[in-house]
């Protein structure tokens, strides 16, 4: 059985977005999409980070990036040039082939599509460049617009985790997503 594969350096073009790696210029749009009320409430388990925490996590980010096997996929999501979000891929299991992918999207860019096609073009990532099998996601029981987002791409759902994240001091559950490499799936 193959293993897995590195991607370095990421840059994979959507309809409307391109998946890429974060660069300085950078710094303002991610603080403005980690700082925003509505992407504290429904994603951060904690306090939104400052300018400085963020600026000081990049460099770990771009050493990750040049790992071998790559593990860790932080991209940024950019539209016209602009970022408007971002995606991530993480292998969970290299010996299984098995990863999970996330994503954010500003709340001004909401309701486009963009959360759809970024979740699609994880998915090109994990099973074309990386070599996954599997790729499971999760996403809040009453953040129905996500759902939505997994099941456009073809993943289905498999289950609810109870108390799944501890988040502000309450236990969160966790609706469970997945799709196989040989499952009909999109970039939406």
């Given amino acids: ?45 904690e306090s939104p980070p400052s300018v400085d925490e963020i600026q000081a996590v990049l460099p770990a980010w771009r050493r990750a990036a040049q790992d071998s096997p790559r593990l860790s996929y932080r991209l940024a999501a950019a539209s016209a040039d602009r970022v408007v979000g971002l ?3 993480t292998v969970t299991s290299p010996e299984h082939r098995r990863g999970e992918i996330g994503y954010v999207i500003h709340p001004d860019h909401w309701g486009r599509g963009l959360g759809t096609e970024v979740a ?5 990532l994990a099973f074309e460049q990386v070599g996954l099998h599997r790729v499971e996601a999760t996403t809040r029981p009453d953040h129905a617009a996500s759902w939505r987002v997994l099941e456009k791409v073809g993943m289905r759902q498999e289950g609810i985790s109870r108390d799944h994240f501890f988040v502000r001091g309450a236990w969160w559950d966790s609706v469970r997503y997945a799709v196989l490499a040989t499952d009909p799936w999109s970039v939406g």
């Fill in 120 to 124: 699609g073009l994880l998915l090109r």
């Fill in 87 to 89: 995606g991530t891929l």
């Fill in 1 to 45: 059985m193959p293993g897995i594969r590195s991607a370095h350096p990421v840059r994979l073009p959507g309809r409307r977005c391109l998946l890429r790696e974060w660069d300085d210029d950078d710094l303002v749009a991610m603080h403005a999409l980690y700082s925003d009320p509505r992407v504290v409430e429904r994603v951060l388990d």
